[in-house]
C-alpha cells in the first residue's frame, strides 16, 4: 500500500484551514493522489481527539438513521453537529452525510422527504471535494432526492422527488429533475395542486 503524500497532505491541511476560517465558502477540493484514502484521513482526522470525534459522529448519525420519529432523529443529528432549526421534518429513510454531518445545516421550517440525501464529500477520478449544504427556511427536498456537496436550497424552494440538485436552488423557485433545473413556471402554469415529479398527475388524471 502507497504511503500518504506528506507534502500533498501539508498543503491540504492548510488550504482546509484557510477554506473553514473563511467561513467555507464554496467548495474545498483536494487532489487524489498515491493513496487518496490515507491521504483524506491525514488532512481531515490528523490527530487521536479528531478521529474519536469523527467516530462520534458517525454513530450519532447512525442511530439517528435508526430513529423512528423526527424528534429521535433531530436529538442524535444534532448531538453529531448538524446544525437544525426549528419545526424541522426529517422523514423516515434520510441520509445526512455520516462522516460530515457538521457541514450540514437545516433551517427553520425544513422539511427533508423520506430516503433524501444530502451529501457533503465526494470523490472523483481527479479529487476530493467537500462543501456545506444549507438548506433554507421552510425548504422542501423531495423524497428520494440528493443534494450535492457545497449547495445552499434557498428559502421555500422545492426539490421534487428523485432530482439531483447539483447547483444552488433559488428561494422560491421549484426544481426538478437529474440534474435539477427549475421547473416553476410549468409549475405554476399546470396551476393549483399540480406536482413537479416525474409522474404527477395530469388535467385527465393521466400520467405524465
Not at 10 to 15: A, D, L, M, P
Not at 88 to 101: E, K, N, R
Not at 135 to 150: W, Y
Request: with cysteine; charged share 20%.
Amino acid at each position: 500500500m502507497a504511503k500518504p503524500d506528506r507534502a500533498m497532505v501539508e498543503v491540504g491541511r492548510r488550504g482546509l484551514a484557510a477554506w473553514l476560517a473563511a467561513g467555507a465558502p464554496g467548495p474545498f477540493m483536494v487532489p487524489r493522489g498515491r493513496d487518496c484514502c490515507a491521504e483524506i484521513d491525514a488532512i481531515f482526522w490528523p490527530t487521536r481527539a479528531s478521529r474519536l470525534m469523527m467516530l462520534w459522529r458517525y454513530l450519532m448519525v447512525s442511530l439517528g438513521d435508526l430513529a423512528p420519529s423526527c424528534a429521535l432523529k433531530t436529538f442524535c443529528y444534532r448531538r453529531a453537529g448538524t446544525r437544525i432549526g426549528a419545526d424541522v421534518c426529517i422523514s423516515p429513510g434520510v441520509i445526512l452525510d455520516p462522516l460530515f454531518p457538521q457541514m450540514i445545516e437545516l433551517r427553520e421550517g425544513s422539511c427533508l422527504g423520506m430516503g433524501a440525501r444530502l451529501i457533503a464529500h465526494e470523490y472523483t477520478a481527479a479529487s476530493f471535494r467537500i462543501g456545506l449544504i444549507r438548506i433554507g427556511p421552510g425548504a422542501v427536498v423531495g423524497a428520494f432526492s440528493t443534494v450535492r456537496s457545497a449547495v445552499t436550497v434557498g428559502e421555500r424552494a422545492t426539490v421534487g422527488f428523485n432530482s439531483y440538485v447539483n447547483r444552488d436552488v433559488a428561494p422560491l423557485d421549484v426544481v426538478g429533475g437529474v440534474p435539477a433545473r427549475s421547473v416553476r413556471s410549468e409549475v405554476e402554469a399546470a396551476g393549483p395542486g399540480a406536482g413537479c415529479g416525474p409522474s404527477s398527475p395530469g388535467p385527465q388524471g393521466e400520467v405524465r
